[in-house]
């Protein structure tokens, strides 16, 4: 069992920057992908950012420019650099990680989620 446990979400005004953070532990072995997700109010879930340990990286296109994923893979961790927030920003951000096991057996897994609400 692996578990993932985000920080860094609060409020802050247009314009202003927030930056997140997950931490995964448990039975890990390979962390093959962690990244970010977010849903706001009456949307589904959507991509924001993720980041293979080869160090291939993916964006949303609404997010390219302003936000920077970023991690370290001997600690586990994962951050979301988020620059230039906007009210459309607004929403649950939730730390995913694809990872494997000894056996090669590959599992996914979610954090509770970490609210961004950007508001004047």
């Known amino acids: 069992q692996v578990q993932l446990v985000e920080s860094g979400g609060g409020l802050v005004q247009p314009g202003g920057s927030l930056r997140l953070s997950c931490a995964a532990s448990g039975s890990i072995f390979t962390i093959n992908v962690m990244g970010w997700y977010r849903q706001a109010p009456g949307n589904e879930r959507e991509l924001v950012a993720t980041?293979?340990?080869?160090?291939?990286?993916n964006y949303a296109d609404s997010v390219k420019g302003r936000f920077t994923i970023s991690g370290d893979n001997v600690k586990n961790v994962v951050y979301l650099q988020m620059n230039s927030l906007t009210p459309e920003d607004t929403a649950v951000y939730y730390c995913?990680?694809?990872?494997?096991?000894?056996?090669?057996?590959?599992?996914?897994?979610w954090g509770q989620g970490t609210q961004v609400t950007v508001s004047s």
């Open positions: 995913h990680a694809v990872v494997s096991d000894r056996s090669g057996a590959v599992y996914s897994y």
């Open positions: 980041g293979t340990r080869a160090g291939i990286v």
